[in-house]
């Protein structure tokens, strides 16, 4: 039996999401492997996980670096017991509480050495600035 809805989707309709599917794949990997050579370069112009940028040809490009900061569960959680600090443990770190316990000064950075991870993530931007 057929449905109403059937003249929605047609076969061309399809078709083209097929093979824009496909293209958006190939572009993706081509704009992957140009991260990855602009990475590089600012890895050699202003060192590993340094921001930077440049202008080349009438663009000007910059790398940003986010870096975001994560209590390591198991870790935190031990050193918050072995503290007596059960109120600020659910199944995991509170991050919100254990960050007040800090700023109120009921916790010291030393308190949770080595509970702290880091890490950073690369951003490409590329924009055409005005020529002179």
Same mark, same amino acid.
């Given at each position: 039996?057929?449905?109403?809805?059937? /003249?929605? &989707?047609? $076969? %061309?309709?399809?078709? &083209? /999401?097929?093979?824009?599917?496909?293209?958006? $794949?190939? +572009?993706?990997? %081509?704009?992957?492997?140009?991260?990855?050579?602009?990475?590089? /370069?600012?890895?050699?112009?202003?060192?590993?996980? %340094?921001?930077?940028? *440049?202008?080349?040809?009438? /663009?000007?490009?910059?790398?940003?670096?986010?870096?975001?900061?994560?209590?390591?569960?198991?870790?935190?959680? $031990?050193?918050?017991?072995?503290?007596?600090?059960?109120?600020?443990?659910?199944?995991?770190?509170?991050? +919100?509480?254990?960050?007040? *316990?800090?700023?109120?000064?009921? &916790? $010291?950075?030393?308190?949770?050495?080595?509970?702290?991870?880091?890490?950073?993530?690369?951003?490409?931007?590329?924009?055409? +600035?005005?020529?002179?």
């Amino acid at each position: 039996m057929k449905h109403d809805v059937d /003249y929605l &989707l047609t $076969k %061309e309709m399809v078709i &083209l /999401y097929d093979e824009l599917n496909r293209k958006k $794949k190939e +572009v993706e990997a %081509e704009l992957d492997q140009l991260k990855k050579a602009f990475n590089q /370069y600012f890895d050699i112009a202003v060192g590993k996980n %340094e921001k930077g940028e *440049a202008i080349i040809g009438g /663009y000007k490009i910059q790398r940003q670096i986010r870096t975001t900061e994560k209590f390591d569960q198991e870790t935190t959680v $031990k050193r918050l017991e072995e503290l007596n600090m059960m109120d600020l443990i659910q199944k995991k770190p509170d991050e +919100v509480k254990v960050r007040s *316990a800090m700023n109120l000064g009921l &916790l $010291k950075d030393q308190d949770l050495e080595g509970c702290i991870k880091t890490s950073s993530t690369q951003a490409i931007y590329v924009k055409k +600035v005005a020529e002179k």
